[in-house]
């Protein structure tokens, strides 16, 4: 879910308790919507992250390393000059918003002690994060909002902060006795729907959550309750908002039965009673390891969102010419019946007559010498009627030999193409997207980057395969791309290590490095499963996987990258399973 009110109060407490009184160190800006804070607080070294984008705004402690761009943005910019060396006042929530402001003491331009506060707002696609002045203004922020965007609230450098438009109470100022006087009064909607839309940072899952405590049903309207339900609503907002005063946090990320992700939360949750809990110490650690996966496939989708449109482009491409090569075949599959009726003119030559509109022949090229049809050119003579035949044989024969390589060469650039798709899916972070972007450069899809005179390339991250350890203690690697494919099949592999790949479909190549020694059946298994799982039968059941020594595979010169053919290979039949590859043992 996205982060609600009790979340934000959770996380405000770690960051009040793990930072205040500490020092801005260093400041990044590694995406357009997104800071990082260096903070040395309390003897250590801490990442702060707050980011506004719209799928998952969230502040938390992190521990992932970031990229940054080489040259700071102007907001980044802007809160060095301001923040830089400060010190850490404290966090706030205000009105259990799903609002954090953190106050920082700094020097001013004219060397003056004043307090800055940087606001962020993890409010869906409306979120933002500001930097306010002494004064309550507006110093700036990751989105500019001006009149043009928002009539309702304007967010620019020197305009005046005001807080999101509301309206709801804070739910941590109302007592049990107020709470009910609330619910008494919205007898015209549900329960559930009554609580969320009456108190700030109170989301709908925490106000199924209250109903689910107090056992009473969320879509029951306010007239419909006893006083006994109404008792138990009190009791169980009490009990909530209790929690949330003292600290008493139970943070936990919920797991369906397939073992995916499915909710986190900062206190636990009867309505996922019976789904698999992991419990966590920090609110920070949970929320990172909660968006590690969902924001990043996120980010990762929007970076390779031009290559995803590329490939596909021409997919679509080339699924055009071979609907076209079809037809084609279609057009000329009379093309032996071409070459019949010329050389049936030319063995009746001499019952033929110039001005003849057909000739009925015997066919005794067919099993029951049945008579044929063949219409005549009457402005033509019998020989070139004959020869019309055999040249239309002949062209469409010269059709058919083009045909053949041009379908051969449009079905291996499909292959190729769904290929590189199915390594998108598995970019993991900015370097595997390089490696495909730069070998979609090198295949003539997109343009090389030119690099001007005296500019320097850029080095980069090498992206690396993916490393797992079977139960048997075996390395297994997985290809990412075909590049990778091509430097564990070609390069890293030994002669005798065994190779997996699934068949006939594009999908990673899978090496079991064995040092010389026989890999026991189970982890030719789980190698089998992770090939089949990186593959594009992922969805699909008993994905066939081949496996063979490495020394017999080989890759055709001029062949495209990840493009190999192996011989005496083994099949295994594999249904994947994303549970099962998770317990799979990722390699240190």
Same mark, same amino acid.
Request: proline share 4%.
């Given at each position: 879910m996205?982060?609600?009110?009790?979340?934000?109060?959770?996380?405000?407490?770690?960051?009040?308790?793990? =930072?205040?009184?500490?020092?801005?160190?260093? /400041?990044?800006?590694?995406?357009?919507?997104?800071?990082?804070?260096?903070?040395?607080?309390?003897?250590?070294?801490?990442?702060?992250?707050?980011?506004?984008?719209?799928?998952?705004?969230?502040?938390?402690?992190?521990?992932?390393?970031?990229?940054?761009?080489?040259?700071?943005?102007?907001?980044?910019?802007?809160?060095r000059?301001?923040?830089?060396?400060?010190?850490?006042?404290?966090?706030?929530?205000?009105?259990?918003?799903?609002?954090?402001?953190?106050q920082?003491?700094?020097?001013?331009?004219?060397?003056?002690?004043?307090?800055?506060?940087?606001?962020?707002?993890?409010?869906?696609?409306?979120?933002?994060?500001?930097?306010?002045g002494?004064?309550?203004?507006? =110093?700036?922020?990751?989105?500019?909002?001006?009149?043009?965007?928002?009539?309702?609230?304007?967010?620019?450098?020197?305009?005046?902060?005001?807080?999101?438009?509301?309206?709801?109470?804070?739910?941590?100022?109302?007592?049990?006795?107020?709470?009910?006087?609330?619910?008494?009064?919205?007898?015209?909607?549900?329960?559930?729907? @009554?609580?969320?839309?009456?108190?700030?940072?109170?989301?709908?899952?925490?106000?199924?959550e209250?109903?689910?405590?107090?056992?009473?049903?969320?879509?029951?309207?306010?007239?419909?309750?006893?006083?006994?339900?109404k008792?138990?609503?009190?009791?169980?907002?009490?009990?909530?908002?209790?929690?949330?005063?003292q600290?008493?946090?139970?943070?936990?990320?919920?797991?369906?039965?397939?073992?995916?992700?499915?909710?986190?939360?900062?206190?636990?949750?009867?309505?996922?009673?019976?789904?698999?809990?992991?419990?966590?110490?920090?609110?920070?650690?949970?929320?990172?390891?909660?968006?590690?996966?969902?924001?990043?496939?996120?980010?990762?989708?929007?970076?390779?969102?031009?290559?995803?449109?590329?490939?596909?482009?021409?997919?679509?491409?080339?699924?055009?010419?071979?609907?076209?090569?079809?037809?084609?075949?279609?057009?000329?599959?009379?093309?032996?019946?071409?070459?019949?009726?010329?050389?049936?003119?030319?063995?009746?030559?001499?019952?033929?007559?110039?001005?003849?509109?057909?000739?009925?022949?015997?066919?005794?090229?067919?099993?029951?010498?049945c008579?044929?049809?063949?219409?005549?050119?009457?402005?033509m003579?019998?020989?070139?009627?004959?020869?019309?035949?055999?040249?239309?044989?002949?062209?469409?024969?010269?059709?058919? @030999?083009?045909?053949?390589?041009? /379908?051969?060469?449009?079905?291996?650039?499909l292959?190729?193409?769904?290929?590189?798709?199915?390594?998108?899916?598995?970019?993991?972070d900015?370097?595997? /997207?390089?490696?495909?972007?730069e070998?979609?450069?090198?295949?003539?899809?997109?343009?090389?980057?030119?690099?001007?005179?005296?500019?320097?390339?850029?080095?980069?991250?090498?992206?690396?395969?993916?490393?797992?350890?079977?139960?048997?203690?075996?390395?297994?690697?997985?290809?990412?791309?075909?590049?990778?494919?091509?430097?564990?099949?070609?390069?890293?592999?030994?002669?005798?290590?065994?190779?997996?790949?699934?068949?006939?479909?594009?999908?990673?190549?899978?090496?079991?490095?064995?040092?010389?020694?026989?890999?026991?059946?189970?982890?030719?298994?789980?190698?089998?499963?992770?090939?089949?799982?990186?593959?594009?039968?992922?969805?699909?059941?008993?994905v066939?996987?081949?496996?063979?020594?490495?020394?017999?595979?080989?890759?055709?010169?001029?062949?495209?990258?990840?493009?190999?053919?192996?011989?005496?290979?083994?099949?295994?039949?594999?249904?994947?399973?994303?549970?099962?590859?998770?317990?799979?043992?990722?390699?240190?």
């Amino acid at each position: 879910m996205p982060m609600d009110g009790v979340s934000v109060a959770s996380i405000v407490r770690e960051l009040n308790e793990k =930072l205040a009184g500490g020092r801005v160190d260093k /400041i990044f800006q590694p995406e357009r919507d997104e800071i990082v804070l260096s903070i040395r607080a309390k003897g250590g070294n801490h990442k702060l992250l707050l980011t506004a984008e719209a799928q998952a705004p969230r502040i938390h402690l992190t521990k992932a390393a970031k990229l940054n761009p080489a040259q700071a943005p102007l907001f980044c910019m802007v809160l060095r000059k301001h923040l830089t060396g400060g010190r850490i006042i404290g966090f706030e929530q205000p009105d259990f918003e799903r609002i954090v402001s953190m106050q920082v003491e700094s020097m001013s331009e004219m060397m003056d002690l004043s307090i800055k506060r940087l606001v962020v707002e993890l409010m869906g696609k409306h979120s933002n994060i500001m930097l306010l002045g002494e004064n309550g203004a507006v =110093l700036d922020c990751v989105k500019r909002i001006s009149a043009d965007i928002s009539s309702v609230r304007v967010m620019l450098p020197g305009v005046k902060y005001l807080p999101p438009p509301g309206g709801k109470a804070n739910p941590l100022n109302f007592s049990s006795d107020e709470f009910a006087a609330v619910i008494e009064e919205s007898g015209s909607i549900r329960i559930q729907e @009554a609580i969320f839309k009456s108190f700030n940072g109170i989301s709908p899952l925490m106000a199924s959550e209250i109903c689910e405590e107090a056992d009473v049903m969320a879509d029951n309207y306010a007239q419909m309750l006893t006083m006994e339900e109404k008792l138990r609503l009190r009791e169980a907002f009490a009990s909530l908002t209790g929690f949330i005063r003292q600290g008493s946090f139970r943070m936990g990320i919920y797991y369906d039965e397939k073992g995916k992700m499915k909710d986190f939360s900062s206190v636990s949750l009867s309505v996922y009673r019976g789904l698999e809990k992991k419990a966590f110490e920090s609110p920070s650690e949970m929320i990172e390891e909660f968006y590690q996966e969902k924001a990043g496939a996120f980010r990762l989708a929007q970076k390779t969102a031009d290559l995803r449109k590329i490939l596909q482009n021409n997919i679509e491409r080339c699924a055009k010419k071979a609907n076209i090569y079809m037809k084609t075949l279609d057009e000329i599959k009379d093309r032996e019946i071409n070459k019949i009726k010329g050389e049936l003119l030319t063995a009746n030559i001499y019952s033929l007559k110039k001005g003849m509109t057909s000739f009925k022949a015997q066919n005794y090229y067919s099993e029951d010498g049945c008579e044929i049809d063949i219409d005549l050119n009457p402005l033509m003579t019998p020989s070139e009627n004959a020869q019309r035949y055999y040249k239309k044989y002949n062209k469409q024969k010269r059709t058919l @030999a083009a045909l053949s390589d041009q /379908i051969k060469a449009n079905d291996e650039e499909l292959s190729y193409l769904d290929g590189v798709l199915s390594g998108l899916s598995l970019a993991a972070d900015e370097s595997d /997207i390089a490696d495909i972007r730069e070998e979609l450069a090198q295949s003539g899809f997109i343009k090389k980057k030119r690099v001007g005179k005296g500019a320097k390339a850029q080095s980069r991250k090498k992206s690396s395969p993916l490393h797992f350890l079977s139960s048997d203690g075996f390395d297994i690697y997985v290809g990412k791309n075909n590049i990778q494919n091509d430097f564990l099949t070609m390069r890293f592999a030994q002669a005798g290590d065994l190779w997996l790949h699934a068949k006939d479909m594009p999908g990673s190549h899978v090496i079991i490095s064995s040092n010389g020694k026989q890999p026991p059946e189970k982890t030719i298994y789980e190698a089998a499963h992770l090939a089949a799982y990186y593959s594009k039968g992922k969805n699909s059941t008993q994905v066939p996987v081949d496996y063979t020594l490495k020394r017999n595979v080989k890759k055709p010169n001029g062949a495209k990258p990840g493009y190999v053919i192996y011989e005496a290979n083994k099949t295994a039949y594999i249904t994947p399973d994303e549970k099962f590859v998770k317990e799979v043992k990722v390699a240190p």
